[in-house]
């Protein structure tokens, strides 16, 4: 924001369209946008991980305004939340929030919960390595936290960002 001052409007277009195609395209559904952030919901996840793989690939081909790198970071979690006429609610889409919190530019970090949705079929290629169990704010219980680890896109990344 601070570097495109009143290019950044057009950046954050440029930058959503990106993410709803991937989305779309694995067969998810958008749920909200706040400022930079971005919220989407899939009924299982293996299509939460083909967009998140997707957005980040784009992300690190996409050629950005004045050459800055443009780096999001990416949090899967699988529960089930409520939903209400203003949204999704629960305890489930704060886990998610925080797993993307505690994640780098560049990075997917997911859950425990997710990593045991593909009952040890991953695609072909991925594998999520395992960063440990963290107290993430707000939580009750800690949370098994994994990265998605694939050869075309970074996997070295300081550890978990964790705020207490």
Known sequence: LQ????????????????????????????????ADEYFAVFVAAPAALAAA????????????PAGHQVRVRIGLHAGRPTLTETGYV??????AV??????????????????DAFAGALPA???????????LQGLPNSIALFQVEVEDLPSEFPP???RT
Do not use: M, N
């Open 3 to 34: 570097l495109l001052g009143d290019g950044y409007a057009g950046f954050l277009t440029d930058a959503r369209r990106l993410l709803r195609a991937a989305v779309v395209e694995a067969g998810g559904r958008e749920v909200d946008t706040r």
């Open 53 to 64: 793989l997707a957005i980040q690939r784009k992300f690190l081909a996409r050629s950005w």
């Open 90 to 95: 629960g305890l489930d889409v704060h886990t």
């Open 98 to 115: 925080r797993v993307c919190s505690a994640g780098h530019g560049g990075q997917i970090l997911l859950s425990g919960d997710v990593r």
């Open 125 to 135: 290629g991925v594998v999520f390595g395992e960063l440990g169990q963290h107290q």
């Open 160 to 162: 978990p960002r964790l």
